[in-house]
């Protein structure tokens, strides 16, 4: 049975930074590219940051330069270190898996984790 378990969202300031985790189980995790979504109120998800087998990044405009996305393939687990946050990064973050991270950022993945919410305010 595939899971993805997110951790690590809750409330910041403006300005701020939070680490994101993804656990994943059920597949061989090496053998999968990862990636991040979100979806803030009223709007459709979105891609926010991939991270490929051989852990090339890839990242959404909005995210560069604030973001960075790793994987420790021993713990089966990535990563997404968000800095300088802003109000309009407050969204449900989600972790996604597929073998493609072109597919990842068709919003295509084969697996989804159920979300952590992210919220800034002051």
């Known amino acids: 049975q595939v899971q993805l378990v997110e951790s690590g969202g809750g409330l910041v300031e403006p300005g701020g930074s939070l680490k994101l985790s993804c656990t994943a189980s059920?597949?061989?995790?090496?053998?999968?590219?990862m990636g991040w979504f979100r979806q803030a109120p009223g709007k459709e998800r979105e891609f926010v940051s991939a991270?490929?087998?051989?852990?090339?990044?890839y990242y959404a405009d909005s995210a560069k330069g604030r973001f960075t996305i790793s994987r420790d393939n021993a713990k089966n687990t990535v990563y997404l270190q968000m800095n300088s946050l802003e109000p309009e990064d407050t969204a449900v973050y989600y972790c996604?898996?597929?073998?493609?991270?072109?597919?990842?950022?068709?919003?295509?993945?084969?697996?989804w984790g159920q979300g952590t919410q992210v919220t800034i305010s002051s």
């Open positions: 996604a898996a597929h073998q493609s991270v072109a597919v990842i950022q068709q919003n295509r993945p084969d697996y």
């Open positions: 059920g597949f061989t995790f090496g053998h999968y590219a």
């Open positions: 991270i490929s087998r051989g852990s090339r990044p």
